[in-house]
């Protein structure tokens, strides 16, 4: 199971950290060799990958947020983070966890909403 939170509603400019938490089945030494991914949906668009974290730590961005948002994990508690920063308009969406495959079962996401 994949829980995202942290969410909200931000002025643009603003930041907002995202937490996904994996548990079941995903976990018990499964979890630390999964390379995982960040993705987003915006309203009437197709979900796009937002970043990746390979399970060395290595990090890739879609160019949209390069330079603005940073992934990390924390494999201990089995928990990928999206520190985002500089937020604009357009990063309006839902945003979800998943490995780079989105092999796993989707999570119900958590909604950013940018606006002034």
């Known amino acids: 199971q994949l829980v995202e939170s942290g969410g909200g509603w931000v002025q643009p400019g603003g930041s907002l950290t995202l937490s996904c938490v994996a548990s079941?089945?995903?976990?018990?030494?499964?979890?630390?060799?999964?390379?995982m991914a960040w993705y987003r949906q915006a309203a009437g668009k197709e979900r796009e990958l937002v970043a990746t974290?390979?399970?060395?730590?290595?990090?890739n961005y879609a160019n949209p947020v390069k330079g603005r948002f940073t992934i990390s994990r924390d494999d201990a508690k089995t928990t990928l983070y999206l520190q985002m920063r500089s937020l604009i308009p357009e990063d309006t969406a839902v945003y979800y966890c998943?490995?780079?495959?989105?092999?796993?079962?989707w999570g119900r996401g958590t909604q950013v909403t940018v606006s002034s």
């Open positions: 974290i390979s399970n060395g730590g290595d990090t």
């Open positions: 998943n490995n780079d495959a989105g092999s796993l079962s």
């Open positions: 079941g089945s995903i976990i018990g030494g499964i979890y630390e060799y999964y390379t």
